[in-house]
């Protein structure tokens, strides 16, 4: 299997900042054949063997802004068991619903973009209630919940120019973990 051709920015990229476009449809092919590619790269990057072949970081979601496209478009590859993977397009999301208890990830948030260790946790909602359209232009709904919650508002993070490492308060990094519950 070959690796997609894609060129991930870093933090220190100005448009990581920026704040993405509503997509129009029909999509273009471009932008079809660029969300297709990153499931393939997202997935190759979780397989340990082709990891280590392409020396990539796992990654389960990339917003197009990464890829230096100011588009509100986010992908997800989750690996639901071995090999096994649930894929998500998503296309101009909006968070409808967010429960009240938050979240955080144990081992800390990473992120394709930031290639460097970040002490410190993101509170995230342990469920959300998402809009979007998919790759055709149909409108859906959906609700996700725990590690895809925390995957959904990290992608829609990016989206509106936010990085996970903006959401770390850097003189209190573990700031308010005893009201969160880790997953």
Do not use: W
């Not at 690996?79 to 096994?84: P, S, T």
């Not at 968070?95 to 979240?103: H, M, R």
């Not at 800390?108 to 460097?116: K, T, Y």
């Not at 996970?164 to 997953?183: A, G, L, S, V, W």
């Amino acid at each position: 299997m070959e690796l997609p051709k894609i060129k991930i920015y870093e933090e220190g990229n100005k448009i990581l900042h920026q704040k993405s476009k509503d997509v129009t449809f029909p999509l273009s092919d471009e932008d079809k054949l660029l969300a297709y590619d990153t499931i393939k790269y997202l997935k190759m990057s979780q397989d340990e063997e082709i990891a280590e072949k392409y020396n990539l970081r796992a990654g389960m979601g990339m917003a197009f802004v990464q890829l230096g496209k100011l588009k509100r478009i986010f992908v997800i590859a989750n690996e639901i068991e071995d090999k096994k993977f649930e894929e998500y397009i998503i296309i101009n999301p909006k968070i409808l619903s967010q429960s009240e208890e938050l979240i955080y990830v144990g081992e800390g948030e990473g992120c394709l973009s930031v290639n460097r260790p970040v002490e410190g946790i993101v509170p995230r909602h342990a469920r959300i209630t998402v809009s979007y359209y998919d790759i055709d232009g149909n409108k859906k709904t959906i609700r996700v919940r725990e590690e895809l919650a925390v995957a959904f508002q990290h992608e829609i993070d990016h989206l509106n120019g936010i990085l996970f490492t903006d959401k770390i308060d850097p003189n209190n990094p573990y700031k308010n973990q005893d009201k969160m519950r880790e997953i």
